[in-house]
């Protein structure tokens, strides 16, 4: 097993991976994962995820499912996050 880590600002990401995975891959998820955390929160931060793990798991799987990530195109993983947050408001009225 390697450990995979990466730190943006106050935030620290660890994975385990496989010794016959890619690590260069598991960084660019990690990238993708904050990426999409920061649209989401306007800079994201822990407080963020704490308060908000709900929408921080629902992120996550749409970047990986079963430990793979099968869509790579942002603009797609971002809309489908922003179609789900709509879903999201109008249950609540």
Do not use: P
């Amino acid at each position: 097993m390697i450990i995979v880590t990466k730190r943006y600002a106050s935030l620290y990401f660890v994975t385990g991976i496989d010794k016959e995975e890619n690590e260069l891959l598991t960084l660019d998820i990690i990238h993708q994962f904050v990426e999409l955390l920061d649209k989401n929160f306007k800079n994201v931060c822990e407080l963020d995820i704490i308060f908000n793990f709900q929408k921080a798991y629902y992120i996550l799987d749409e970047v990986l499912v079963a430990g793979y990530m099968l869509e790579t195109n942002k603009k797609q993983l971002a809309k489908l996050v922003d179609d789900q947050g709509l879903l999201m408001e109008e249950s609540k009225e």
